[in-house]
Nanobody
Framework: QIQLVESGGGLVQTGGSLRLSCAASDHMFDSYAMGWFRQAPGKERDVISTISWDGVNQYYESSVKGRFTISRDNAKSTVYLQMNSLIPEDTAVYYC?????????????????WGQGAQVTVSS
């Protein structure tokens, strides 16, 4: 079983930046894609970014494209989400996810393991 441990959430003002990290407990991490999702209160958990197993292919949801950057360090079994130019609409709990995919999926059902969630709050 793979464990995913997230860190880096917090409170930031509009226009600020945060970097989320997600460390995996298993060496299988570097063979598969990873995804970042977020869930705001009363809303569904939606994909915001994915990265292929080798880091070459990346996907960004339209509202974060140009502001967020996903990356991975397979030597550290860690995936990152750099979030810049944050706005109040980015406030949510952010989850990293692992699934047996070479290229990132956009549906929650494609992922088997989830991080514990990191709260990101952007104040206006």
């Amino acid at each position: 079983q793979i464990q995913l441990v997230e860190s880096g959430g917090g409170l930031v003002q509009t226009g600020g930046s945060l970097r989320l990290s997600c460390a995996a407990s298993d060496h299988m991490f570097d063979s598969y894609a990873m995804g970042w999702f977020r869930q705001a209160p009363g809303k569904e958990r939606d994909v915001i970014s994915t990265i292929s197993w080798d880091g070459v292919n990346q996907y960004y949801e339209s509202s974060v494209k140009g502001r967020f950057t996903i990356s991975r360090d397979n030597a550290k079994s860690t995936v990152y989400l750099q979030m810049n130019s944050l706005i109040p609409e980015d406030t949510a709990v952010y989850y990293c996810a692992w699934g047996p995919l070479l290229y990132g999926g956009r549906c929650t059902r494609e992922y088997d393991y989830w991080g514990q969630g990191a709260q990101v709050t952007v104040s206006s």
